[in-house]
């Protein structure tokens, strides 16, 4: 592990500094904005902008990059992805990684904004960079809101138009008590202290340009999405099913995870006014609250930029392994689910998306929350409801987890059961905002609506070296079925022989097809033998934004069940996706670490180094082989057996001397 002692006083005491080197300037800008909860955007950019660079820790994060997207199953295929998004996704991040490793930044957060925006063009939640210096637990270390988030509304003709959210003054009011003031009193001349006059206003221009200007600049950089009307749609406001009750998400417009607007100048048409009017309105950035204090620049970088328990990986069978709380691990602030337990994600595998705008803590505004009783079987951010047409049921599902793994599944059958003896012969699933979740849990909730269906070296390590006796890690062969669903066993190496291919002028490599890993074990025993519901009387809704394991569950139900497919809130002249990311087995930086040092590979020179930064970095690994697993397994490199613990010290490589 990296935090320790030793690395902690190199780490903060050379000038703090490894993440760092301080310009000479009076008075410190991180200062400026101690202790303050609100503060002005350009003051925080400011304390990000005096971090310098520090040359060997920029070198670190590049090659944690470049060895990790080894594991990473789309990198070839996003240099140009296949239909649907041949047009949406054209990144060769290998080679953008290589110009910024030569780059030379004026700041070290100028360098966090091009690695960001370098994984963010692969549009692919599984791969996403994420600096904690700037972006932190439920929101970024400091967010910049605006109380206008915006809606696309349709008017009974059919055309479409940009508006102010008719419910806008309600969610910032409740929101941000302690700044709606400062906001009304930044109106100018008659609209001075009118802000929720504002409410549901036609917005006219956004900074001079039409409104679709801004939508599309905005789907440009957020990633996230293959979908461009995907990423179009994450600009304005939505809402979502989560475990706590029903949330607000403001939208890229009125909440930024990084200080990069000052003002918005809205030219608007307000209800029941005729003429055009011009609002200047200035964001302001609210510090997150998992930010540490800190007095100045160096306080700042020392409290809450160096790595800590989770950044890295650890093997599990030293004697110095000590369990990381899940929601403790720096990957757990940004995954779209409630944290579960390494033990139970290792046994029920997860594919989930990260964000760098995580999941909402804005309530949503009660008017706007279903007024039905919910059903029986609701639980958490899957909620039942039975319409008042006695036939129509809804199952709002924002999240395909939960923090326990069986009494999840068993509460999506109850729903469906319950539904059913209330009348329910059509059903509506509304997966909008939906990050993903336990893959089994897609599969499951196919299969009780639908009814049956007749249908690396470290890898060597475990079979040959027996470095995993508790089988505890995702390469083990015990973990996974063969084609024919039956299970490899111990001493089987499924990696072997790859199947090569050339994706994009590149030669890539994946393992042999998979079969199943759901069924029996990842099912309750409870699994009904008849159809739930007609899949033709079965219908999936979201915005667009269904990840991960969201996109495993509808692109099935689609394209095998016949199942419908609607986008809300989309522009009728783009071509709308129904989910737009790859499904897939997910995993992050520090989860491959604890694969490499448990089994005893962290120093071959294929291996990523310990990341010297508080940073977590995830990537999707279930649809290819690792390029580690071939380069290694062809190499037949001598590894020192596992004794009393790890051979050598992993955090020496972020130790400055």
């Known amino acids: 592990m990296v935090s320790t002692p030793k690395f902690l006083a190199a780490f903060v005491g050379l000038s703090l500094v490894g993440a760092a080197v301080l310009e000479e300037r009076a008075p410190d800008p991180c200062a400026a904005i101690a202790g303050k909860k609100w503060v002005a955007p350009r003051d925080v950019r400011a304390c990000y902008s005096s971090i310098k660079v520090d040359e060997m820790i920029k070198s670190n994060i590049t090659e944690v990059i470049n060895k990790t997207l080894a594991f990473h199953a789309s990198t070839n295929y996003q240099i140009k992805a296949p239909q649907p998004f041949a047009d949406d996704v054209h990144e060769d991040v290998l080679a953008t990684l290589a110009k910024i490793k030569q780059k030379r930044y004026r700041s070290d957060y100028d360098l966090h904004i091009d690695l960001s925006r370098a994984l963010k063009r692969l549009n692919d939640g599984h791969c996403v960079w994420i600096n904690r210096c700037y972006l932190r637990l439920s929101q970024a270390a400091f967010t910049n809101f605006l109380p206008t988030p915006m809606s696309l509304l349709t008017a009974p003709d059919g055309t479409q138009s940009v508006h102010i959210s008719p419910e806008a003054f309600t969610v910032a009011k409740a929101e941000f008590p302690d700044q709606i003031q400062f906001w009304q009193d930044s109106l100018l001349g008659p609209l001075k202290g009118k802000l929720e006059s504002l409410s549901g206003a036609k917005v006219l221009l956004i900074n001079g340009r039409p409104p679709f200007n801004a939508v599309n600049d905005n789907a440009q950089i957020t990633g996230s999405y293959q979908s ?3 990423r179009q749609n994450s ?10 009750g029903w949330t607000y998400l403001m939208g890229n417009f009125a909440q930024q995870s990084l200080p990069l607007s000052d003002i918005a100048i809205l030219t608007i048409q307000r209800i029941n006014h005729t003429l055009p009017e011009i609002v200047i309105l200035p964001y302001r950035s609210r ?12 306080s700042y970088l020392a409290n809450n930029c160096v790595a800590v328990a989770g950044t890295n990986g650890e093997d599990i069978y030293s004697s110095s392994f000590a369990s990381i709380i899940p929601a403790e691990r720096p990957v757990e602030k940004f995954q779209q689910q409630a944290p579960v337990s390494a033990q139970i994600a290792r046994k029920h595998l997860i594919d989930v998306t990260l964000d760098t705008s995580p999941l909402s803590d804005v309530v949503l505004p009660p008017v706007l929350v279903p007024g039905l009783p919910a059903a029986p079987g609701s639980r958490n951010a899957a909620q039942f409801y039975l319409l008042n047409d006695g036939k ?7 999240s395909f987890s939960d923090s326990d793994y069986f009494p999840f599944l068993d509460s999506l059958l109850k729903g469906l059961v319950s539904l059913k003896s209330q009348g329910a012969t059509q059903l509506v699933i509304d997966v909008t905002n939906n990050g993903g979740g336990f893959i089994c849990a897609a599969h499951w909730l196919h299969r009780i609506i639908i009814g049956p269906k007749s249908t690396t070296l470290i890898v ?8 995993d006796p508790d089988n505890q890690l995702l390469y083990n062969p015990l973990q996974w079925n063969d084609a024919n669903n039956q299970q490899f066993a111990a001493n089987e190496d499924w990696l072997q022989p790859p199947v090569e291919k050339i994706i994009n002028g590149r030669r890539d490599a994946f393992s042999q097809r998979l079969g199943q890993e759901c069924q029996p074990a990842g099912f309750p025993s409870n ?12 219908v999936i809704v979201s915005n667009g934004r269904c990840a991960s394991s969201c996109s495993l569950f509808s692109i099935t139900m689609s394209k095998h069940e016949g199942v419908k497919t609607v986008v809300v809130g989309g522009k009728k002249d783009t071509q709308q996706q129904y989910c737009g990311i790859v499904g897939g087995q997910s ?5 491959i670490d604890t694969e490499i040092k448990t089994t005893h590979l962290k120093n071959n020179t294929l291996a990523p180094p310990d990341l010297c930064v508080f940073l977590p970095f995830a990537v999707l690994f279930r649809l290819q082989l690792p390029i580690l697993a071939i380069l290694v397994l062809s190499s037949h490199l001598a590894v020192t057996p596992a004794k009393s613990g790890p051979p050598f010290d992993f955090a020496s490589s972020c130790v400055i001397e």
């Open 235 to 244: 600009f304005f406001s939505s809402y979502q099913a989560a475990a706590a």
């Open 460 to 467: 060597k390590q475990i079979v040959n070296n027996n470095a």
């Open 527 to 538: 699994v009904p033998e008849v159809a739930l519901f007609d899949p033709k009387k079965v």
């Open 228 to 230: 461009f009307a995907t």
């Open 392 to 398: 129509t049921g809804v199952l709002a599902l924002g």
């Open 287 to 298: 510090i997150g609250s998992s930010v540490k204090p800190f007095t100045d620049v160096k």
């Open 587 to 591: 995993t992050d930086f520090s989860t």
